[in-house]
């Protein structure tokens, strides 16, 4: 069976990616994720007020003895950071390494909501041999009165802002919960993303009633997280020719397969990985092999969006009967319990 597939512009071996997570943090780890036989490792993501906090330490160690003697001020370096000693730097090592170790593509990862100097860090990765970004813009605005547009358009201004720093195609990670997602998904693209990753999901708190504390909520994905992307991935499949990927919701090869008949251009996992282990890649690519092989498919292009929303086809008059449908068979499937 052909398995291989074209994500950002870079040919992959399979259409299964590692996506970002903790099994990234070591050159062992990537090194062992590509042997599964994925067809790009995604790094884990360094994080913009990671970067903030750097800078201002740099900065202030500038400032603290930029008045010791004046003749000195000339050495100052123009970029502060990173420095031997911080995560940045640390992170650039570990993708230089990385991307030297493995015979797939290493995507670096950045997390961020604003603008500002933490994206020219974008330029310093594609210099340490990342052969992509995938940018994760996870803004989670505090501020009630903030309105939606004024959202949407920092998501725009940021791709800009990283595009002008880098040669290197870029994806960017979206949450689902905008006015208009597909509209968003769009305007990212065509301020100059080379793809879209589908989607973010949210790590909400929960409150312990013991502690009276808010606590942090980390939880592995289950495969009913992938109904939402992958609807998404169906609708905006044919509404562009640039890379859609699917993240959330892979625990079966079943889970491979539904993400790639909606259009999928790669499917990403962490989660089942964490679960099961990194051979378990293999067993997802088994398993749609087999599928593959059963129903008569040579090539992923044979099936690939087979399940997509048309071009022309009315996607809001869709949904809704998606929306009735499944309302009404749920009426037929409990109706009799009340």
């Known amino acids: 069976m052909m398995l291989t597939t074209n994500y950002l ?6 259409p299964l990616v590692a996506s970002a997570g903790p099994l990234s943090q070591t050159v062992d780890g990537v090194r062992s994720l590509a042997a599964s036989g994925v067809g790009a490792v995604v790094m884990y993501s360094l994080f913009e007020e990671q970067l903030r906090t750097e800078v201002n330490r740099e900065i202030a160690l500038v400032e603290a003895h930029e008045e010791s003697y004046a003749e000195a001020t000339s050495y100052f370096p123009e970029t502060v950071f990173p420095s031997d000693q911080s995560m940045a730097h640390e992170y650039l090592t570990l993708v230089e390494q990385s991307a030297k170790a ?15 100097g933490w994206t020219e860090f974008a330029g310093q990765l594609q210099d340490a041999g990342a052969a992509a970004l995938e940018l994760n813009i996870y803004a989670v605005p505090g501020d009630v009165h903030l309105d939606g547009r004024t959202v949407e358009k920092r998501h725009v201004e940021i791709v800009q802002a990283v595009k002008e720093r880098v040669s290197i195609p870029i994806a960017v990670k979206l949450s689902p919960y905008f006015s208009s997602t597909g509209q968003v998904a769009l305007s990212v693209l065509e301020a100059g993303a080379d793809g879209l990753v589908l989607f973010n999901r949210w790590l909400q708190p929960d409150i312990d009633i013991e502690t009276l504390a808010v606590v942090p909520g980390v939880e592995l994905s289950h495969p009913s997280d992938g109904k939402l992307p992958r609807t998404w991935i169906a609708t905006l499949r044919n509404q562009t020719t640039k890379s859609l990927a699917l993240t959330s919701g892979v625990e079966t090869a079943d889970d491979v397969i539904k993400d790639l008949l909606a259009g999928a251009d790669v499917v990403m996992t962490t989660s089942a990985l964490v679960r099961h282990g990194t051979d378990y890649a293999t067993i997802l690519l088994g398993g749609l092999d087999e599928w ?30 998606g929306y009735v449908a499944a309302l009404e068979r749920a009426k037929t499937t409990y109706g009799s319990l009340a």
């Open 9 to 14: 512009g870079l040919e992959l071996t399979s």
């Open 102 to 116: 493995i015979d797939v593509p290493l995507i670096a990862s950045l997390n961020g909501a604003d603008l500002g």
């Open 292 to 321: 593959m092989e059963r129903k008569g498919f040579s090539d992923i292009a044979d099936f690939r969006g087979m399940l997509a929303v048309g071009s022309d086809a009315d996607g809001t008059a869709l949904q809704r009967a």
